[in-house]
């Protein structure tokens, strides 16, 4: 499963890279990147529990980052 997940992984870095290419944008910050790489991955989880868990790490995760808007 382990490999599913990196190809997944790299699937989605190849993705967001092309969209960043194709809009002329500059390199994304690595805290952006992966702001960008859970949302999605929350998106694509079928069990809705999971994704509930997943929003609320990635609440956590902007708010430490970003701090509290």
Request: no cysteine.
């Amino acid at each position: 499963m382990a490999k599913q997940d990196d190809t997944a992984r790299r699937d989605l870095r190849e993705l967001l890279t092309m969209l960043r290419d194709q809009l002329s944008m500059p390199p994304l910050s690595p805290a952006l990147r992966t702001a960008l790489e859970a949302i999605l991955r929350m998106l694509g989880e079928q069990d809705l529990g999971k994704r509930m868990i997943m929003r609320d790490q990635i609440s956590a995760y902007l708010a430490e980052t970003w701090g509290e808007q």
